[in-house]
């Protein structure tokens, strides 16, 4: 499986990004895609992660303000962030995995693309 992800950029507080991962490649009928950040000096995190089966799960510090959603039949999915903070600020990873448990360690990531919110 490979992973393209797309729709970073620069924006101001307050203001709004689409970021989408197109996967490509033979996919599991069960897995898990998402979205993962590593800001500067920090660890890679999870921001939000959607099953094939449609299960979400979204860390603490962005939920409400994100929303993880796919298109099954263009093996996309895609983080709609809004109200962007600056702390917001990072790379973000498009990341495919094999089972729900494990949504925090994928076994497969995509580029990044950065995302930075200026104030």
């Known amino acids: 499986v490979q992973l393209q992800a797309s729709g970073g950029g620069l924006v101001q507080a307050g203001g709004s990004l689409r970021l989408s991962c197109v996967a490509s490649?033979?996919?599991?009928?069960?897995?898990?895609m998402g979205w993962h950040r590593q800001a500067p000096g920090k660890q890679r995190e999870l921001v939000a992660v959607?099953?094939?089966?449609?299960?979400?799960d979204y860390a603490d510090s962005w939920k409400g303000r994100f929303t993880i959603s796919r298109d099954y039949a263009k093996n996309t999915v895609y983080l709609q962030t809004r109200s962007l903070k600056p702390e917001d600020t990072a790379v973000y990873y498009c990341?495919?995995?094999?089972?729900?448990?494990?949504?925090?360690?994928?076994?497969?990531w995509g580029q990044g693309t950065q995302v930075t919110v200026s104030s």
């Open positions: 490649g033979s996919m599991l009928s069960y897995n898990v």
């Open positions: 959607i099953s094939s089966t449609g299960n979400t």
């Open positions: 990341s495919y995995g094999d089972t729900w448990s494990s949504r925090r360690v994928p076994i497969i």
